[in-house]
């Protein structure tokens, strides 16, 4: 790996710290506490090509690559990561996926739009049964000749209520398995399509994560992402991906509750001298950017490797699996570093602390990050 930046690289990642530090930062303890969309800072993320960073210019894209997503992800949640999730599901997830196996009349229709930012997208995979089991599709998408009746429910699906379009995993033909899921492309509004309350979350509060349910929704054939069958492999190849965003974003709420840490710790007294010269913290604060930088490796390798067209499964769950580790136990130091202002909002380090937690969940648990490494592992020895 090459260790230092380009121009291009420091240009994104300054933009996305004045953004995050000017722009989201004032107001973000209201958006968390109110569950508040952040329908204007979405916007403005879309007027500097957030929401479609790594699509080609001729689909609306920053043709940019997967290192300066990753930078600026992690700017963007040093300071708030549910704007930061809405980012990373429509880069990594929706325009990622739609790009590199949708057709072109799909890319015209779907993705130009998507990576320009006027619509944003959704990714459908979670059902109340099928979670870290991703093969046991319930939704049901029946074959009517030219076009598919959908039947089902999705959970916990991130930019639920706002989405434009909804790639959605459906099970066509149960005796295949994982072989009959198919993946469609839903557009909100189609009649028999309708979007649940809002989940009352512990974390990434300002993000809307909804239940979506489909009641006999006509989907045309022409709505279906590759042959007959793809779905499943499309889901499990979208989401190695999008490991990478999740890592990015695990990466920068650890990095913002360590950079408040540090701050802090050189502000507030205690025995008559500053905390940061007190071992106890110092030892806190060595251990916290050591991890931290570690983690930063990680995700920058799992990034520098998609860049080249190089196999990444391994080390983007690799990434995933210990950056959300540290987020969790940064987060969780940087509360006990603040003390009783620790625990309240105003310090911003607790609301940290509950976004973290999620980054050990969401595309794939780390338990499930830990399946993929050792097969990985297990199969580069036979």
Known sequence: MYFNFTEEHLMVQKMARDFAQNELKPGVIERDEKQQFPAEQVKRMAELG???MMVDPKYGGGGMDTISYVLAMEEISKVDASCS???SVNNSLVCWGLEKFGTEEQKQKYLVPLAKGEIIGAFCLSEPEAGSDATSQKTTAEDKGDYYLLNGTKNWITNGGTASVYLVMAQSNKELGHRGINCLIVEKGMPGFTVGP???????????THSLMFENVKVPKSNRIGEEGFGFKFAMKTLSGGRIGIAAQALGIASGAYE??????KQRKAFGKEISKHQAIQFKLADMATRIEAARLM????AWLKDRGLPFDKESAMAKLFASEVAMWATTEAVQIHGGYGYVKEYHV????????ITQIYEGTSEVQRIVISRQILNEIN
């Open 50 to 52: 957030f929401l479609g």
């Open 85 to 87: 999730v809405i980012m």
């Open 198 to 208: 809002k989940e009352n979350k512990m974390g990434i509060r300002a993000s809307d």
């Open 260 to 265: 408040l840490s540090l701050e802090y710790s």
């Open 299 to 302: 995700v920058l390798k799992a």
């Open 350 to 357: 607790e609301r940290l602390m509950r976004d973290a937690k």
